[in-house]
């Protein structure tokens, strides 16, 4: 089977979170194979990334995969999936994807990241999604009309700002960048 629906967990433009649930329903009616990356859902939107805030199996999504650069606070990825599809991936991948692995302590920090997952993943993430909530209120009260700050999931961690279009010009926009930059290196 060579047909693929390739997908995000969080959205990385908008900070939507996909619908996974309704894409395993159509990977299962038309019989396509599931790959997800969830480098900005993992240890964000629960502890086991979206397939876990859906509460879906993870064997249900064929390759899943990761980078370790978000949540983790690691480098490097990793990518999940049946003995069928992994052993392909390495036999088909270049050369260089496997001649170099990461330094041990990238491998620990990633390890006791995900084990910090484990233990207290919920609480975490349940910090999270208030501070989310909280930034996105003070926002929205401080500033009126003036930023869009996403679209669907307004519990995603995942936040960008932008100026609504109608209200602010470019000229405007790059002002209040300065102004926002500066701020931020004096903090």
């Not at 879906?56 to 370790?68: H, L, N, R």
Request: charged content about 25%; aromatic content about 10%; glycine content about 8%.
């Amino acid at each position: 089977n060579r047909r693929f629906i390739v997908t995000e967990g969080l959205f990385h433009n908008h900070g939507d979170i996909c619908k996974l649930n309704r894409i395993i329903e159509l990977k299962e009616r038309y019989k396509y194979r599931l790959i997800l990356d969830d480098s900005h859902g993992l240890g964000t939107i629960h502890p086991r990334g979206t397939p876990g805030f859906y509460n879906i199996d993870t064997p249900k999504v064929d390759m899943y995969f990761a980078g370790m650069d978000k949540a983790l606070g690691s480098t490097g990825g990793f990518c999940i999936g049946n003995k069928e599809i992994t052993h392909h991936q390495t036999l088909s991948g270049a050369g260089y994807v496997f001649s170099a692995s990461a330094p041990p302590f990238s491998c620990t920090a990633a390890q006791t990241a995900l084990t910090l997952l484990e233990q207290n993943g919920k609480e975490y993430i349940e910090q999270l999604k208030n501070n989310s909530t909280l930034f996105r209120k003070l926002l929205s009260d401080k500033s009126g009309d003036r930023w869009n700050t996403g679209y669907n999931n307004l519990i995603s961690p995942l936040i960008h700002l932008r100026f609504n279009d109608k209200l602010i010009n470019d000229d405007i926009a790059e002002k209040y960048f300065d102004i926002i930059s500066s701020e931020a290196r004096k903090k």
